[in-house]
């Protein structure tokens, strides 16, 4: 192969080589940028890194509504609306559940019928945690007092003992208890860890073994 058949071979491959190498640039950034998107879409009520400046701001300036919408300046400011409710540490600085219980707000079951009355469940589910943070309390009734069954069962959790598997990972990537908490409830931070984290581990609880430990426990 003389020096110009070279040239021409290594022009060729180059010609060859970049247009592959911009598509698959172009189709790694796609994938990033996918990533990206489906993890940020989880509520920013879960970013451990930066506190919101201005909590609960007024619609016109909420970066949710549209400013140039004369409708938008007509809607109440939540400011104004959550006026005399308990408040909170988290998310939006209010304590729902408290509120609810203290009757500064009552809300309406039905949408359409005013005489609806909620289907309360007064039940309790424990959810045990193998390390050693206090066990979960799932707690129905304050659940049931604002949502239907239908709302969690059975899309997001199986109504049935032990069907469910999850963990933090999970919920703070907007899934299972992540649906609504860090959205539209309490948010995940380690603040409010002990609001679930809630029935401390028997005086008599010990770590579980690996499974490792229990084939050899010699080992």
Not at 1 to 21: E, G
């Given at each position: 192969?003389?020096?110009?058949?070279?040239?021409?071979?290594?022009?060729?491959?180059?010609?060859?080589?970049?247009?592959?190498?911009y598509v698959q640039a172009e189709s790694v950034d796609q994938a990033d940028a996918t990533k990206v998107a489906a993890v940020s879409a989880v509520n920013t009520f879960n970013r451990n890194l930066k506190k919101e400046a201005n909590v609960n701001a007024a619609p016109p300036e909420d970066g949710i509504h549209d400013?140039?919408?004369?409708?938008?300046?007509?809607?109440?400011?939540?400011?104004?609306?959550?006026?005399?409710?308990?408040?909170?540490?988290?998310?939006?600085?209010?304590?729902?559940?408290?509120?609810?219980?203290?009757?500064?707000?009552?809300?309406?079951?039905?949408?359409?019928?005013?005489?609806?009355?909620?289907?309360?469940?007064?039940?309790?589910?424990?959810?045990?945690?193998?390390?050693?943070?206090?066990?979960?309390?799932?707690?129905?009734?304050?659940?049931?007092?604002?949502?239907?069954?239908?709302?969690?069962?059975?899309?997001?959790?199986?109504?049935?003992?032990?069907?469910?598997?999850?963990?933090?990972?999970?919920?703070?990537?907007?899934?299972?208890?992540?649906?609504?908490?860090?959205?539209?409830?309490?948010?995940?931070?380690?603040?409010?860890?002990?609001?679930?984290?809630?029935?401390?581990?028997?005086?008599?609880?010990?770590?579980?073994?690996?499974?490792?430990?229990?084939?050899?426990?010699?080992?």
């Open positions: 192969m003389n020096f110009q058949t070279k040239s021409i071979s290594l022009a060729f491959a180059l010609a060859v080589i970049a247009p592959l190498s400013p140039a919408n004369d409708s938008t300046h007509v809607l109440q400011p939540p400011k104004e609306a959550f006026s005399g409710f308990i408040t909170s540490k988290f998310g939006n600085h209010v304590d729902w559940v408290k509120t609810l219980e203290e009757g500064k707000i009552n809300p309406r079951w039905d949408r359409i019928n005013p005489a609806e009355e909620a289907f309360v469940m007064d039940m309790d589910i424990v959810r045990e945690v193998k390390s050693s943070v206090p066990d979960v309390i799932f707690p129905h009734r304050q659940h049931t007092e604002w949502l239907a069954c239908a709302n969690c069962h059975p899309t997001i959790f199986i109504p049935q003992q032990n069907a469910n598997q999850f963990n933090m990972s999970s919920i703070l990537l907007g899934k299972d208890c992540g649906v609504c908490h860090g959205k539209v409830s309490f948010p995940i931070t380690t603040q409010s860890c002990s609001l679930c984290h809630s029935k401390p581990k028997p005086a008599d609880w010990e770590p579980p073994m690996s499974q490792a430990s229990l084939k050899n426990p010699w080992k």
